[in-house]
Nanobody, 122 residues
Framework: QVQLAESGGGLVQAGGSLRLSCAASGRTFSHYAMGWFRQAPGKEREAVAA????????SYADSVKGRFSISRDNAKHTLYLQMNNLKPEETAVYYC???????????????WGQGTQVTVSS
């Protein structure tokens, strides 16, 4: 089992940047593919990006390609999401998640963090 804790959210102006972190407990972090998701008020959860257990990015939502970058440091048991040129419509709670699948589908994540709020002002 792995426990996840996101950090790095906050308030940023449109066009600004944030880097989210997701700290994982346990010694098996490197065994999991990881993903970032977000959920805005009144909207369904959306997959943002995913990365393989060895650090190869697997996917990005079309809306974030070229602006967001997912990465991980297995030695530090930490997942990152660098977000650049943020837009007001990207205001949401951002979650990290871990999957035992090598290339997980959106519904194949086993463990979730509590989320971190990102607010982008216009």
């Amino acid at each position: 089992q792995v426990q996840l804790a996101e950090s790095g959210g906050g308030l940023v102006q449109a066009g600004g940047s944030l880097r989210l972190s997701c700290a994982a407990s346990g010694r098996t972090f490197s065994h999991y593919a990881m993903g970032w998701f977000r959920q805005a008020p009144g909207k369904e959860r959306e997959a943002v990006a995913a990365i393989s257990y060895i650090g190869i990015p697997l996917s990005y939502a079309d809306s974030v390609k070229g602006r967001f970058s997912i990465s991980r440091d297995n030695a530090k048991h930490t997942l990152y999401l660098q977000m650049n040129n943020l837009k007001p419509e990207e205001t949401a709670v951002y979650y990290c998640a871990a999957s035992k699948w090598t290339t997980p589908k959106e519904n194949e994540y086993d463990y979730w963090g509590q989320g971190t709020q990102v607010t982008v002002s216009s």
